[in-house]
């Protein structure tokens, strides 16, 4: 378990991959997101990209998932304040696979029992290109005492 205390600024969690299918594009599409060119390939080529991409929201929500089930869901974590500076750098098509990283930008201590930490997630291609950004702010419990 990862309390408040564990968290050091500058500190970097590497998180796992994952690739997006051109199905799981079109379903997150349909149910949370119907912009024609995240429903289709014709669609895509009618506005600024080359076909088929993936929703920023899509792309947040994986990175979340992500963030939560690898580190958060790891630690004494009582819930967020907020989510600021989202940033869409790239599109994501059929077939990307996404790396996150998360990095601890500020601890602030706030409580006797809580403090909060604020993350940077970036979610990148292969090569390293940043396709999305975000700043959360995360309320984590302290150490009991001993």
């Given at each position: 378990?990862?309390?408040?205390?564990?968290?050091?600024?500058?500190?970097?969690f590497?998180?796992?991959?994952?690739t997006l299918?051109?199905?799981e594009?079109?379903?997150?599409?349909?149910?949370?997101?119907p912009?024609?060119?995240?429903?289709g390939?014709?669609?895509?080529?009618d506005a600024?990209?080359?076909?088929?991409?993936?929703?920023?929201?899509?792309?947040?929500c994986?990175g979340?998932?992500?963030?939560?089930?690898?580190?958060?869901?790891?630690?004494?974590?009582?819930?967020?304040?907020?989510?600021?500076?989202?940033s869409?750098?790239?599109?994501v098509?059929?077939?990307?696979?996404?790396t996150?990283?998360l990095d601890?930008?500020?601890?602030?201590a706030?409580?006797p029992?809580?403090?909060?930490?604020?993350?940077?997630?970036t979610?990148?291609?292969?090569?390293?290109?940043?396709?999305?950004?975000?700043t959360y702010?995360?309320?984590?419990?302290?150490r009991?005492?001993?």
């Amino acid at each position: 378990m990862l309390y408040f205390e564990d968290f050091s600024e500058g500190e970097t969690f590497e998180l796992s991959s994952q690739t997006l299918t051109r199905a799981e594009i079109v379903e997150f599409a349909e149910q949370w997101d119907p912009q024609p060119f995240h429903l289709g390939e014709d669609h895509g080529k009618d506005a600024v990209f080359d076909g088929l991409v993936a929703s920023g929201l899509h792309t947040l929500c994986l990175g979340s998932r992500t963030m939560i089930t690898e580190v958060m869901n790891e630690s004494a974590n009582m819930g967020g304040k907020g989510i600021t500076d989202i940033s869409f750098h790239r599109p994501v098509e059929p077939e990307d696979t996404l790396t996150g990283r998360l990095d601890v930008l500020e601890t602030t201590a706030t409580h006797p029992e809580r403090g909060d930490v604020t993350f940077e997630l970036t979610m990148t291609t292969p090569d390293g290109a940043p396709v999305l950004s975000a700043t959360y702010v995360s309320i984590l419990g302290r150490r009991p005492d001993a």
